[in-house]
């Protein structure tokens, strides 16, 4: 909403330049009234939100970023912006209204309109700028929309002059507010606002701030915290170029408080993790996010981050235990080692060399998994893939078990003779259908060329009710004068069994079985 409060009135004027052609007049005048109305609105409820939820800066994106120079499109969200941009478009949705009948006889009133949503929305862009050139930007807007309205009536000589001086007197105003720009950032370093007034507030030495609060004197170069009574502080942490050091009473615990969420170090001649009631620096930090080149840790203690974590760089950790980890943008995440996962992975698209498992741990994929190698799985180990898969290289598995039917790679009987005896069988409850690719080998007589056959290969296709089972054989093929096999089927104990007789002794079958479930 905030947003929209300071945006709405350069909507406004889009439509009224673009769109003044397309759109009757009538319409045109109440859209943009309507359009100022509504940031009016806006802008109360997001000054109300302020006041429940505090201040916060909305960041649009990154403007300049040149060596000690760093300019972002960003707006402030505060008690006293959002005052200012209420006040403004509750003011300028009252003169559009009035202008609606003043310019009633002036055929470019649209255009009009237009100008006045133009010159709203650089005045509320100026008002919560969160940066001074930002500022300077919505400053030169006004100024030209000022120009254009004072000018509009350009066939009055009266009001050309007025435009013109108007200009002529802002362009003064420029230089001046440019020369205080380049000032301010010789002297501070930065255009920020928040960081200005930190840094002004740190550069007078009388500065009584509250209990544990940090300040920064950047004449002395040293941060400042303070006791709620000691004018310039108490304490002190002065900077270098290679340390920051911590400066206070070894007797007494050293607080330095800023927020709520609090990161203790032991003080004295060094910092650890000690949780002692004495010689604690307590450091509350009032940030969800730590900018940080690096983090390490070179011995059996942990690093226990509790909040948000980002890495825009590499993170060499050998141990990495979260609940949960994601990337929010375009951005990969890259882990060149190994990776064990207790709980659940949740990936939208996995792109791996090998996926492993040693144990009788299942490997569970519920969306696209992309393969360019291979997918195994060893042991009792289960592979199991509930979406799509696309492999590019090898897929080796045993068994395939997939929605709605079931593939088995391999089966085998290696002892067949005139007795009838099961091939294989297949529960009945959970399936309805199979079909068998088999191939046969008996070395008795068939190599010899004798009536029975050394070789036969075919296909059976088998279905059942519940109660019988039916099969059908086709194309068969063998080497001798006779098939080698007679086949049967039926139910026994709820399976289905598919079941062979030989004509000679020590004839195997191998088998291929894809099954259709119920």
């Known amino acids: 909403m905030f947003f929209l409060s ?43 939100n ?45 003169i559009h209204i009035y202008s609606v009948g003043y310019m009633k006889k002036d055929n470019k009133k649209i255009l009009f309109m237009g100008y006045l949503g133009l010159f709203t929305f650089f005045m509320l862009f100026l008002v919560s700028s969160s940066n001074l050139l930002q500022l300077f ?23 050309n002059n007025a435009a013109l001086k108007a200009f002529i007197v802002n362009r003064i105003g420029d230089f001046g507010l440019l020369l205080a720009l380049f000032t301010i950032f010789i002297v501070f370093g ?50 270098s170029q290679t340390e920051l050091q911590v400066v206070g009473d070894d007797s007494a615990t050293f607080t ?59 993170a060499h950790i050998p141990t990495l235990e979260t609940n949960q980890l994601s990337s929010n943008d375009s951005s990969a995440i890259q882990i060149n080692d190994s990776v064990n996962i207790s709980g659940t992975l949740s990936v939208n698209n996995f792109d791996i ?22 997918v195994k799985t060893l042991g009792s180990s289960t592979l199991q893939i509930e979406e799509a898969v696309n492999v590019l290289g090898t897929l080796q598995a045993d068994a395939v078990d997939m929605e709605g039917f079931s593939s088995q790679s391999a089966g085998e009987n290696a002892d067949l003779d005139s007795a009838v005896e099961d091939v294989d069988t297949f529960a009945a409850a959970t399936f309805r259908s199979a079909e068998y690719v088999y191939s046969a080998t008996n ?19 088998i279905t059942h009710d519940g109660t019988t089972a039916y099969h059908t054989q086709y194309g068969v093929t063998h080497s001798g004068t006779a098939p080698l096999l007679t086949f049967t089927t039926d139910i026994d104990s709820g399976n289905v069994r598919l079941r062979a007789a030989s004509i000679a002794a020590n004839t195997s079958i191998k088998f291929h079985r894809t099954l259709i479930k119920v």
């Open 50 to 94: 302020v006041l429940t939820e505090g201040s916060s800066t909305v960041y649009l994106g990154t403007w300049i970023n040149s060596g000690n120079l760093n300019i972002t499109w960003s707006l402030e969200k505060n008690i006293l912006t959002c005052s200012m941009i209420s006040m403004v478009n509750f003011v300028s949705s009252l």
């Open 137 to 159: 930007l919505g400053w030169e807007g006004v100024g030209l929309t000022s120009y254009l309205l004072i000018g509009f009536w350009s066939f009055k000589n009266k009001a």
């Open 443 to 461: 070395t008795e007589g068939g190599a010899t060329g004798d009536s029975t056959s050394g070789y036969e290969a075919g296909k059976i296709i």
């Open 256 to 314: 330095m408080q800023v927020g709520s969420d609090v990161l203790q170090f032991s003080g004295g001649n060094g910092i650890t993790t000690s949780t002692s009631s004495s010689k604690i620096v307590n450091i509350a930090l009032d940030s969800t996010i730590i900018t940080l080149d690096s983090i390490a840790s070179s011995d059996s203690t942990e690093v226990l981050i509790d909040d948000g974590f980002r890495v825009t760089g590499t």
């Open 6 to 48: 300071i945006f709405i009135p350069l909507l406004s004027y889009l439509v009224c330049v673009f769109l003044q052609n397309i759109i009757k007049e009538k319409k045109l005048n109440f859209l943009s009234c309507a359009l100022l109305v509504l940031a009016s609105i806006l802008s109360i409820i997001s000054t109300i």
């Open 190 to 239: 930065t255009l920020n606002i928040n960081e200005i007034k930190v840094l002004v507030n740190s550069q007078n030495d009388s500065f009584t701030g509250s209990n544990a609060e940090i300040s920064v004197d950047t004449t002395n170069k040293t941060l400042r915290v303070h006791d709620g009574s000691t004018a310039g502080g108490s304490k002190l942490a002065t900077a």
């Open 353 to 374: 060399n090998s996926i492993t498992s040693t144990d009788s741990t299942g490997v569970l994929i519920n969306d696209n998994l992309v393969i360019a190698g291979v």
